[in-house]
């Protein structure tokens, strides 16, 4: 054995033992639950396991070093840091002591080691069963994980599906009279965020879209009207309740158009300006060939669903995120000593991680609270 | 330690002078706003004094500002050549001055004002280094907007634009103020830029306060999304520990005998009652400082059902509102967080309070068992008051505060950190308990705009005396907080009811 390979030999065998030595590092806020980062870097919740590994032309596996850390001398935190080839990933998770739960932040720092430039495919590893929006994942109502604000733009898209941070609401609706069964289901964007789909059509096409509203919580008009908007079509704002009635289904038609020639022709519902009740729903999509809807009486009833190009029951079983289920790909160009960094919000025991669009946290006010909030924590608590 | 004011104190003169020497070590160590690492927590004895006006934040308010032109001499174009841009910035330039120095603020005057795209890029660097708590720009040109934009574009800090009338049209006003983070002002009257510098200053003092949230049996520390309040979750269980070790001292008699003094007249309770009151009320100061904390709410309410203390709070809290200090009933977190507001934008105590419809005259009558009595502002005579039991439980002392009729009132109302509730009315009167049931300060309120009393949003929304919707409502748009009223036309009028 050459003495190179020994020295290669004796780290590998330090870091294995490092790595059977290592114990999780808790991650907490004064008075909450804490979750850890185990000896692998990973972050442990209550709902699951959050792992990144990194791939690409020149990067290896790596183990990592795991440390307890004071970020701004106050926090407690946990680092972990891997080499990878060409690339070094420092993964920094602090416990962000937000209302009411906090949130766990974990930023993912990936710096090239490299002669040259790398470009990396970061794999987020997370739990089986969480749903993916935009910005978030969820697992049923509750957001687990917050991605950074451009990670979207490397994800593989399905031919449809919601693009959103809203929540299915299964058997919600109590249409009254024989209609289609997707009127008993929703989607809601609580708290005001809009329910958005994407569906993907020929670049620049024409279509039919009809979407089907069910209001079944309000019974008074004016609570929640909705802003109903279809790629090149006109906005129609309606109050269902004041149109049709209290769990009584409607439609609207719009003659949409993928304005943008992008190919992908993208539906949207918000809260009406000065909507009372912010939060929007929507019930029933229909995607026909131009010129080809049916009767909208009969779209109601559920006689014309075979025609539609695509027929989305929304928030029922077959409703699905545009998203692919499983891991997330985040792909990130590093130039020769570059670096980059890549914040996830995760949440806590017992909480949820913030939705961006109702929220006003960011970098820089999470990590001053957690260092308001232990710098005059009392020692003896 | 910033100078202690007496005339805010619920002591006299002499008294509260002898208590501040006395104690002036120990005030010292009981800044809410010291320095430390790692608090060990302090240790007070039960006649240390606490000066209230220390509880109260002192943020450090930083604003820089600029006058933006275009290259002189104007010629057509709004202001006009007959503009004189010397005069008016000179004369604006005063006014900011002195502004800022009657709210505490701190502005950074550029030497010179902004006239080129370059000038606006190095400013926009230069604030970017150590980013203050807004900017302020003065227009002095209609092509200056533009500029305005960028910064607001490229610096995402709070951005104050005023606009003095001859330097925007409509077009300006609509698009600048939908902008997030910045707040547009279209007028010659200067008290609106004064009043946004408070709303600046009012964020700060947000940031820089520690809520006691005194409910249940945990201990924990959150922050509040937006507005920054650190929220301190102790047991319930303190607070009465800390009034059962809080003897009758001499600060405690001397505010009990100040109290029954101011008031009209006092009808249930004893001498006994009042000195409790003011034991709950030096109980709660001592608290709040060990905890390096500046407000509290309270789960009263259960404390008083448990029968753990014989006083509930409410005339401890009133003197507390009237020196600043956010007092909260019943531990409701985003009520007392809107009394703060009021405290800290509008530089007055409110009361939240249970709603009633009140449906023969149409009108709402607002009432709790406390309220501050500087209804006008803190440096402001008080308004008469009653001293009253707590009328559900028979306990104690509460305040029955006489609020002027026929005066315009507020209600505000967080929801959450990011909505309000914001409604306006008229006081029409005090209502007495008996004949009515309920709680002792019960004021009867025409509201503006609201057809029907029964469509009054919210419960436990805090009453302000004026009309302060118009500064509500900016704050609000400033700082990303959507604002909401109760509906103006009858949601019964059309039987839309169940």
Known sequence: MSPRDTTLLLLLLAAAGNLAGAEPIPIGSPGFPPSSVDAAGRLVEDWGTVDIQLSGEGIVDGQARLSPIKLDDVIPAAQAVSEHGAVRMTRTVYRAPIFPEGVDVLQVGLSGTGEKSVDVLMTLDISAGVQLGRRTARIGGRTVLVLPSDAAASQQLLDWGYYDESVSL????????????????????????????????????????????????????????????????????VDPVAKWGQHKPGTLLFRARDANGDGRLEVSVRPAPRAPDRNPILNVIWLFAPGESPPLEKLIAGQCNDLALRYVDVGGQNDQSVFPPGKLEFRVRLEKDGTQELTFLVACTGGSAPVPELSDWDNDSLLRAARDVWRDWPKDH | MSPHDCRSCCMNRRECLKFVSASALGAALLLPGRSSRAVEKAELAPDDFVDPAALRPKPAVRIAATFLEMPRPYWLGWPGTTYDLETHQKRYQSALDESAQRLGVQVSMEAAPISSEEAVTAWVKKVATQPPDALLVMLQHMQCWNWATRIAKETGIPLLVFAPVGTAFTGHIDNGSRAGRVHVISTLDWSAVEDALRMVKAKRLFEETRLLWIRSNQRNETVLDRLGVKVRAIPRDTFNQEFDKQPATDEVKQVAADFAKGAEKIVEPTDEDVVNCARAYVAAKRLMASETANGLSMDCLGMVGARLVPTPPCGAWTMLQDQGITAGCEADLFGAISMMLTSYLLDRPGYMNDPVPETYHNSLIAAHCTSGTRLDGFDRPPAPYILRDHSESSLGVSTQVLWPKDQPTTLVRFTSPHEMIIDTGTVLANVDTPPAGGCRTSVEIMMDDVEDCRDVRGFHQVVVLGNHRRILEDFCELYGIKHIRSPRHSTFAEGDSV
């Not at chain 1, 024989?178 to 708290?191: L, Q, S, Y």
């Not at chain 1, 008074?220 to 009207?225: I, K, L, N, V």
Request: glycine content about 14%; aromatic content about 8%; proline content about 9%.
């Open chain 1, 170 to 237: 299964p058997g919600w609706g109590k249409p009254e009279g024989k209609c289609d069964p997707a009127f008993t289901n929703i989607r809601a964007g609580m708290g005001g965020v809009p329910i958005v789909y994407q569906f993907t059509v020929a670049p620049g096409s024409q279509a039919d879209v009809v979407l089907g509203l069910c209001e079944s919580h309000w019974a008074e008009a004016g609570q929640r009207p909705l802003r109903c908007q279809v790629e090149g079509a006109a906005i129609q704002t």
